[in-house]
């Protein structure tokens, strides 16, 4: 780990003021000497991880193991984040105990300080969330979110889809010839959804499994809070088993850990919303790799595979029946 005054680029830089304002600003870290060292290279594929921020494990002071984690908005991803309503939502979740505590927020800097989970908590791989009480602890936290008080951040997919095609512009030679079918059944998913009628609930709203950390006796925390908003939880839940299920039968179980029961319905709802969902973040990957200057990144990759998720869920036999079911 490095102490400040040396910084080598301008993540580094933006991270030691925010770091010299956070050990200025409280208490309990005021006269402390900060060491700090990356905390998760970025990733864009095959794993979106790290890539619209960059992440650091501090040290109070030299020699002493991290006890903190500060995680710094790229600069370049301005448009796409709102910082200040991210430390909202983390400080809303962490008072569940479902997150860890955000202790200081640069705004400056688009920079929020954490307690430092430590090395004991991982985040979930695929065949654990599968596991039904993976599941079941999952599902129970964006129920308890979702009981909570709103976040005052309302979103939904469908106005994000519509500003990342503005962003990119019609000729953006990045998009898939078949773009135009998949921004069709978009239209047609939301068009559904207002017809039967959706429901706004606080949420956490991004279910990657690199944001789910499993901890000692099976515990989970919640991190990265970009996506904090208030929103329909069915998004949520249909983002989730997206990500955690490769066939029907796990996501028919989620269903009814959310529900109590199997409902069709929300099956059907969770269905469109991953699909929205897909196109939602192969848009945002193609933002980033337009506007991120770290080129290494495989944006375009990650982009490609979401189109593809995406392609495969409106082109399944029935898939507009499914709409007429919601």
């Known amino acids: 780990m490095k102490a400040l005054g040396r910084p080598e680029d301008a993540p580094e830089r933006l991270a030691e003021a925010a770091l010299a304002q956070a050990f200025s600003a409280r208490p309990d870290l005021r006269g402390k000497a900060p060491h700090y060292a990356v905390a998760v290279p970025g990733l864009a594929s095959p794993s979106y991880h790290g890539v619209e921020s960059t992440t650091f494990h501090v040290a109070e002071t030299e020699g002493a193991e991290p006890s903190l984690f500060l995680k710094v908005s790229e600069p370049c991803a301005a448009a796409l984040l709102d910082p200040a309503a991210a430390f909202c939502g983390a400080q809303t979740v962490a008072a569940l105990g479902l997150a860890p505590e955000p202790l200081h927020f640069a705004a400056d800097q688009g920079a929020i300080l954490f307690r430092y989970l430590g090395s004991d908590w991982r985040p979930a791989t695929l065949d654990r969330l599968q596991q039904p009480d993976s599941m079941a602890t999952v599902i129970e936290a964006f129920r308890r ?44 998913i939301e068009a559904a959804l207002t017809a039967a009628g959706t429901d706004i609930r606080p949420a956490h709203a991004d279910p990657h499994a690199s944001n789910l950390l499993f901890g000692p006796g099976g515990a989970l925390q919640l991190v990265d809070f970009d996506m904090a908003c208030d929103t329909d939880p069915h998004y949520q839940l249909g983002a989730f088993l997206n990500e955690a299920c490769t066939f029907e039968a796990p996501m028919k179980a989620g269903i009814e850990m959310a529900e109590g029961r199997f409902r069709p319905d929300v099956f059907n709802r969770a269905r469109a919303y991953a699909a929205a969902d897909d196109l939602h973040w192969a848009l945002r990957a193609l933002a980033m790799d337009r506007l991120s200057p770290r080129r290494g990144l495989e944006f375009r990759k ?23 079911a919601l």
């Open 145 to 188: 979110i979702g009981a909570g008080e709103a976040l005052g951040r309302p979103w939904n997919v469908f106005d994000a889809i519509r500003t990342l095609r503005a962003l990119l512009g019609p000729e953006a030679d990045a998009l898939p010839p078949d773009a135009w079918f998949l921004f069709d059944w978009a239209e047609a």
């Open 302 to 324: 990650y982009a490609a595979w979401r189109f593809l998720r995406c392609r495969m869920l409106v082109g399944r036999p029935g898939f507009e029946e499914t709409l007429r």
